[in-house]
């Protein structure tokens, strides 16, 4: 038999911190990927914090094997002497199947369990995986004599990850998110890119080929559009995610010089109901922070419709438009966004304050 509903609000070791029963929605539109091992890099940290919503230590690949132990030193001499302030404090540690990730778990728990915010498994391809960790980061916070939880979020990138999504999701009231690795997860599918997220030139649909006197011009130019490789799977993971009351992320964008089509990709993933993607290098924090507040223009519009809703029942027509109920609730998860982010970042405090409370409202 599987675990009953009240298992899940006791420790699962004696002495460790009672597991939450909401994840907190706390801002994490850019996870900031740095290696803890690498000097240029972590003498960074410090002035990212306050810049970025989450700063996450990696320990897993782009490490190289010989600089495993440096990086993990590396992670907890950061951990000891920042202070995070409003930026959280994550790490990647290594595969559950090599050979450093247990003394990646049992180093970083008791030397800055305290820091940690959230634990990022890679690889993750079943609930007994997440189960496996949530029972020894129990142990371990029993015995470092920590008082909150620390969270777990897997990366979805094996095919049979993708297949277990929901049982990955509801296996922990440590579980705080799921992120896309379209790079593993296309190797593990087999899948023929060789990059790293983004699109592909060869996956497209093409208008169909004109007819000129009754044939067909099969040579004739036509129109066709690139089309979004992980469509599917971010939009399985958007529906698991929300369905468990935690919180979906687009990955990687390997194309650092591209920014603009990261910043195309990362808006899909925004509009589809990601709350962040990761930042390899400075520039895409600029870009996921931007991406993932929303524009003053939703803001406003969203606030026309709560105050012209007023209960938030029957509908009215603005601007042409009909609004009810349903836009009303659409309307209000982009006004809770916007509060969680003005919490956090002044400049959108000053440009959200700066939208007229009542706003009129012309009715048709
Ligand atoms: C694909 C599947 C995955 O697992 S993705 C997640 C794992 N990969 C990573 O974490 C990669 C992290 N990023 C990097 O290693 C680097 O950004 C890469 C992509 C190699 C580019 O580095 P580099 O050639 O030095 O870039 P650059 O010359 O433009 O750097 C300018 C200055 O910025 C620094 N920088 C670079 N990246 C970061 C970073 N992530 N965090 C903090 N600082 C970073 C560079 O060290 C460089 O510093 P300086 O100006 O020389 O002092
Ligand atoms: O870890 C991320 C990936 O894309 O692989
Ligand atoms: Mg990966």
């Given at each position: 038999m599987t675990r009953t509903a009240k298992d899940f609000f006791a420790p699962l070791a004696v002495g460790a911190p009672a597991p939450l029963r909401e994840i907190p929605a706390r801002p994490s539109r850019a996870i900031h990927f740095f290696d803890p091992g690498n000097e240029?890099?972590?003498?960074?940290?410090?002035?990212?914090?306050?810049?970025?919503?989450?700063?996450?230590?990696?320990?897993?690949?782009?490490?190289?094997?010989?600089?495993k132990e440096k990086s993990r030193q590396g992670l907890v001499d950061i951990g000891r002497a920042t202070d995070f302030g409003p930026t959280q404090f994550w790490t990647r540690i290594n595969s559950l199947d090599s050979p450093w990730v247990l003394d990646d778990l049992t180093t970083l728990v008791p030397e800055i369990g305290d820091k940690l915010d959230v634990i990022m498994v890679p690889k993750v391809q079943g609930a007994e995986d997440i189960h496996y960790v949530d029972r020894?980061?129990?142990?371990?916070?029993?015995?470092?004599?920590?008082?909150?939880p620390i969270l777990v979020h897997a990366i979805l990138e094996t095919a049979r990850g993708v297949a277990n999504i929901e049982e990955i999701c509801a296996a922990s009231p440590r579980m705080q998110?799921?992120?896309?690795?379209?790079?593993?997860l296309a190797a593990d599918r087999r899948m023929k890119t060789t990059r790293v997220g983004g699109g592909h030139p060869g996956y497209l649909v093409r208008q169909d080929a004109p007819k000129v006197g009754g044939e067909t011009q099969y040579d004739a130019e036509r129109t066709s559009y690139q089309q979004d490789l992980w469509?599917?799977?971010?939009?399985?993971?958007?529906?698991?995610c929300a369905m468990h009351g935690i919180?979906?992320?687009?990955?990687?964008?390997?194309?650092?010089?591209?920014?603009?089509?990261?910043?195309?990709?990362?808006?899909?993933?925004?509009?589809?109901?990601?709350?962040?993607a990761w930042s390899l290098h400075p520039v895409q924090i600029t870009i996921a922070n931007k991406v993932f507040s929303p524009s003053v223009e939703d803001v406003t519009h969203a606030r026309r419709v709560i105050t012209a809703m007023g209960d938030g029942t029957g509908a009215v027509m603005i601007d042409g438009k009909m609004e009810d109920d349903a836009s009303v609730k659409q309307c209000q998860v982009m006004v809770a966004l916007a509060?969680?982010?003005?919490?956090?970042?002044?400049?959108?405090k000053k440009q959200y304050a700066a939208i007229p409370d009542q706003v009129e409202v012309h009715q048709s």
């Amino acid at each position: 038999m599987t675990r009953t509903a009240k298992d899940f609000f006791a420790p699962l070791a004696v002495g460790a911190p009672a597991p939450l029963r909401e994840i907190p929605a706390r801002p994490s539109r850019a996870i900031h990927f740095f290696d803890p091992g690498n000097e240029k890099m972590a003498a960074k940290v410090p002035d990212m914090v306050g810049t970025v919503d989450v700063l996450l230590g990696n320990l897993e690949d782009a490490v190289k094997a010989e600089n495993k132990e440096k990086s993990r030193q590396g992670l907890v001499d950061i951990g000891r002497a920042t202070d995070f302030g409003p930026t959280q404090f994550w790490t990647r540690i290594n595969s559950l199947d090599s050979p450093w990730v247990l003394d990646d778990l049992t180093t970083l728990v008791p030397e800055i369990g305290d820091k940690l915010d959230v634990i990022m498994v890679p690889k993750v391809q079943g609930a007994e995986d997440i189960h496996y960790v949530d029972r020894l980061l129990a142990q371990l916070e029993a015995k470092a004599g920590l008082t909150r939880p620390i969270l777990v979020h897997a990366i979805l990138e094996t095919a049979r990850g993708v297949a277990n999504i929901e049982e990955i999701c509801a296996a922990s009231p440590r579980m705080q998110g799921l992120s896309l690795g379209p790079a593993d997860l296309a190797a593990d599918r087999r899948m023929k890119t060789t990059r790293v997220g983004g699109g592909h030139p060869g996956y497209l649909v093409r208008q169909d080929a004109p007819k000129v006197g009754g044939e067909t011009q099969y040579d004739a130019e036509r129109t066709s559009y690139q089309q979004d490789l992980w469509h599917y799977t971010i939009a399985r993971m958007v529906d698991a995610c929300a369905m468990h009351g935690i919180y979906p992320y687009y990955g990687p964008f390997g194309d650092i010089l591209d920014t603009v089509a990261c910043e195309d990709q990362f808006r899909n993933a925004f509009l589809l109901g990601c709350v962040g993607a990761w930042s390899l290098h400075p520039v895409q924090i600029t870009i996921a922070n931007k991406v993932f507040s929303p524009s003053v223009e939703d803001v406003t519009h969203a606030r026309r419709v709560i105050t012209a809703m007023g209960d938030g029942t029957g509908a009215v027509m603005i601007d042409g438009k009909m609004e009810d109920d349903a836009s009303v609730k659409q309307c209000q998860v982009m006004v809770a966004l916007a509060e969680e982010l003005a919490a956090i970042d002044p400049e959108l405090k000053k440009q959200y304050a700066a939208i007229p409370d009542q706003v009129e409202v012309h009715q048709s």
